[in-house]
């Protein structure tokens, strides 16, 4: 029952979150980092209630580890966010980030000296074709697009290779860190709430140097037009409401994936949040008419596919209904 509401709570709360996320994009492109403030501020004020205790339980895992994983995640949180001020599609943005566990294991064979079956060495080439794929047909369209002259278009191509720099250098720090958090794991035990509440608390005064970019934006969502809120039934700006319900919708996802990870195994986790992802892309590219040709689906297949391929999802299933047919035999 748990699995069925994390489930639930994981498909719920992210692809809502990125209904949310794509209406704030829309009418303001350069809020990034509002919304990841605010993203912290509340999860943090969660944790410090619920999992500190108003701050009187000692954490597992010493302040100094906890000090260099959050240097790490606060800095691919920001720039995640902010490499859509960089002409970056809200579906690419998705896609590139579905590289994460390819480049985790990129990064192990490297740092760790991992050594990988065949199969997997094969999903890093069918992820990194698909992510190229879709990579060179966004491009085309930053030129179409952008291509009033040839000045404009080149100045566009070059600020949307930007954004493309951003997303790479945050997949690879992503990677980066999941490893460090694996090796404190295994020292220290797993703490996934603890790390949650840390990652989100200690990064905070980090936002005083975005400080000018964020109170900006808090003054253009005060602007935005006022809609009526049914249970309080006043009005508020729209975009605050927005936020509100991105910041709720992107707590209630962490908190299903959190709930998966205590109830599942790893490769079911990994095989929901895939799904999740896949399922975001399509509301994405239905609901907000978003474009995306023939070549971006085929990048997408491939890029999924090298995923379920990593997760050894076809071996599973196969197992299963070979245990299915044993079962059947013995009846």
Same mark, same amino acid.
């Given at each position: 029952m748990n699995t069925l509401f994390a489930i639930a709570l994981v498909f719920v709360g992210c692809?809502?979150?990125v209904v949310f996320l794509e209406l704030l994009v829309r009418?303001?492109?350069?809020?990034?980092?509002i919304v990841t403030f605010a993203q912290f501020a509340f999860i943090?004020? %969660?944790?410090?209630?619920? %999992?500190?205790?108003?701050?009187?339980?000692?954490p597992h895992i010493p302040l100094s580890n906890y000090v260099i994983m959050v240097t790490m995640f606060f800095t691919v949180s920001v720039i995640n966010n902010y490499?859509? &001020?960089? &002409?970056?599609? $809200?579906?690419?943005? @998705? !896609?590139?980030?579905? =590289?994460?566990? !390819?480049? &985790? $294991?990129? +990064?192990?064979? !490297?740092?760790?000296?991992?050594?990988?079956?065949?199969?997997?060495?094969l999903s890093i080439v069918l992820v990194s074709l698909g992510i190229f794929i879709c990579t060179i047909m966004s491009a085309k369209q930053v030129n179409v697009e952008k291509g009033a002259t040839e000045e404009d278009s080149f100045y566009a191509f070059m600020h949307w290779l930007l954004g493309i720099a951003m997303l790479t250098f945050a997949l690879l720090m992503s990677a980066r860190m999941g490893i460090f958090q694996e090796t404190l794991y295994k020292k220290y035990g797993k703490h996934s709430k603890e790390a949650l509440f840390y990652n989100h608390c200690l990064p905070l005064p980090g936002f005083l140097l975005l400080s000018t970019d *964020?109170?900006?934006h808090a003054v253009l969502f005060s602007q935005s037009s006022p809609v009526e809120v049914p249970v309080i039934g006043h009005s508020v700006p729209v @975009?605050?409401?927005? +936020?509100? $319900?991105?910041?709720?919708?992107?707590?209630v996802c962490i908190r299903g994936v959190f709930i998966l990870t205590t109830e599942c195994a790893s490769l079911t986790v990994t095989l929901v949040v895939t799904?999740?992802?896949? +399922?975001?892309? !399509? *509301?994405? *590219?239905?609901?907000?008419?978003?474009?995306?040709?023939? =070549?971006?689906?085929? =990048?997408?297949?491939?890029?999924?596919?090298?995923?379920?391929?990593?997760t050894e999802v076809w071996s599973s299933i196969r197992v299963a209904m070979k245990g299915e047919k044993?079962? /059947? /035999?013995? %009846?």
């Open positions: 692809c809502s979150n009418d303001f492109p350069g809020c990034g980092n943090a004020l %969660e944790g410090f209630i619920f %999992e500190t205790n108003f701050g009187r339980k000692k490499a859509l &001020n960089f &002409n970056i599609a $809200m579906p690419l943005h @998705m !896609i590139f980030r579905s =590289g994460s566990l !390819i480049a &985790n $294991m990129i +990064l192990g064979i !490297i740092i760790l000296k991992k050594r990988y079956s065949a199969s997997k060495y *964020i109170y900006k @975009m605050w409401l927005y +936020l509100l $319900m991105n910041v709720i919708t992107q707590y799904l999740r992802k896949f +399922l975001s892309l !399509i *509301i994405s *590219i239905l609901y907000f008419h978003n474009p995306f040709t023939a =070549g971006h689906w085929v =990048g997408t297949a491939v890029v999924f596919l090298g995923t379920l391929l990593y044993a079962d /059947k /035999k013995a %009846e």
